[in-house]
């Protein structure tokens, strides 16, 4: 499995990923299967199974999050 690693960590950490297949792109958190031929991805539009064979890229999505100065508002 090409992204095994990718994909063990990201479930282990609850992340979100970005996942692309020939037709598709997804972006959800990993979340365990019983069915290990298919990644388990839950998005904004509910879970999907998304095939490990059908992948042809996986990132690691990270959130920034950004803390405003209060002199910038004086």
Not at 11 to 19: A, K
Not at 22 to 42: C, F, P
């Amino acid at each position: 499995m090409k992204y095994k690693i990718e994909i063990r960590k990201a479930i282990e950490g609850s992340l979100q990923l970005y996942v692309r297949t020939l037709e598709s792109n997804y972006t959800g958190i990993a979340a365990t299967s019983q069915d290990t031929t298919r990644l388990k991805l839950v998005t904004k539009e509910g879970a999907v199974w998304i095939p490990i064979h059908e992948i042809n890229h996986v990132s690691t999505v990270l959130t920034i999050k950004t803390q405003k100065n209060d002199l910038d508002h004086k």
